[in-house]
């Protein structure tokens, strides 16, 4: 079978021949419905996360969603003919492992989530890391509660999910963005004011900001913007490093957390809400052809959500 591959630092998205995938103990097989596209596939490519990877040849997508096909000895759990999502994790595809950019793959099945009716194949595959990260850090490590007024860097597929969370959880948002043609979009959507630089917000009181884009001056500026004693999430690693100001820090009490990924524990509430209407993505949806394509239109931010490529 064919398959998305990333191959050495540098090099472009590679579509090699592949052996079909197996399920070895305690593992299920996939027929892959839907695969969506990340910036952590971009940061694969070039270098500045790879070293998560096993090495190269390696199948990139870990944004699954698709039909079990398969089960591996003693898996008890779930049921060929299962419609599921992969849970994004960095031992699981498309990162410690072949992912889902191809027609089949083979998963670990304590990742897999029972994907909700009337949820489509495209935002469950979405669920599985925009969705579930944005919810763990709005809820788990940005721990907003209602009355607070949160702070949003970057309105791609994982900040405008997580405005919608911080809403549904009675929150004021306030959004920056450098796209300016996303401005009406962005408050349409529910937040309280946009700008270009989280730093326009400084005084509003911001008792988190959750950082989605990771360009180091967006870090600093989100210590820079949030409260005295206020948090700042970390999420996006658009650069491996930033400078930040320590006085700033330390002095007003600032908190910084890190936050990664999710449980399948999120994963599930994302698609509950997805199955009550109350969360969805917003997709662009592309052919197995096209995955390349669609991550350099991703790497230079012709995008308003997240690249979703579907199986047929």
Known sequence: MKAWQYERDGAPLALNEVPEPVA??????IDVKASGICH??????????????PGGPV??????AGIVSDRGEGVTTTAVGDRVAIKADLLGPGCGRDGGFAPKVAVQAEFLVPIPEGVSWDQAAVSTDGGMTSFHAVTVRGQVTTGDRVGIIGFGGLGSLGLQIALGLGAEVFVADTKESLFPQITEAGASGVANTIGDFTDVGLDVVIDFAGYGTTTAEAITAVRHGGRVVQVGLGVSRATIDVNDLTLREIELVGSLGGTVEDNEQVLDMMARGALASRTTLIEFDGVAEAIERLRRGENSGRFVMLNH
């Open 24 to 29: 070895g103990p305690g593992e299920v097989l």
């Open 59 to 64: 199948t990139l997508g870990h944004e699954i």
């Open 40 to 53: 952590s596939d971009i940061g694969y490519l070039d270098g500045t996360i790879s070293n998560l990877l």
